[in-house]
């Protein structure tokens, strides 16, 4: 996840000080991450499920609820400030679509 802005610490000590409150603001949704609207979104979402080998019609179908039910309903939001349980299932599924290593031979 992109941080919102660099943030400096002088010390190592401050540094993992500082890393710690980030990743909790993250954890609990208070971490600012930017302007990306949840409809902005959705061709990325779409783009990273294609590149998982699923077939046309599944992302087509995907397309068509996105496009009638929540896009309409949430997609003026901006990512950062969806319910930390959206956020979380999101993320749980994008890590479902991660590239996985063939470790086949």
Do not use: C
Not at 20 to 49: I, K, M, N, W
Not at 89 to 100: H, I, M, Q, S
């Amino acid at each position: 996840m992109p941080w919102p802005r660099q943030r400096n610490a002088p010390t190592e000590k401050e540094a993992k000080k500082l890393l710690r409150q980030l990743l909790a603001q993250r954890d609990d949704g208070t971490l600012a991450t930017g302007r990306l609207t949840l409809s902005q979104f959705v061709p990325q979402y779409l783009e990273a499920v294609r590149g998982r080998n699923v077939r046309p019609r599944t992302i087509e179908a995907y397309r068509e609820k996105l496009d009638k039910h929540i896009v309409p309903a949430l997609g003026h939001i901006r990512l950062a400030k969806l319910p930390k349980a959206i956020r979380t299932a999101a993320d749980r599924y994008g890590e479902l679509l991660a590239p996985t290593s063939d470790k086949t031979g």
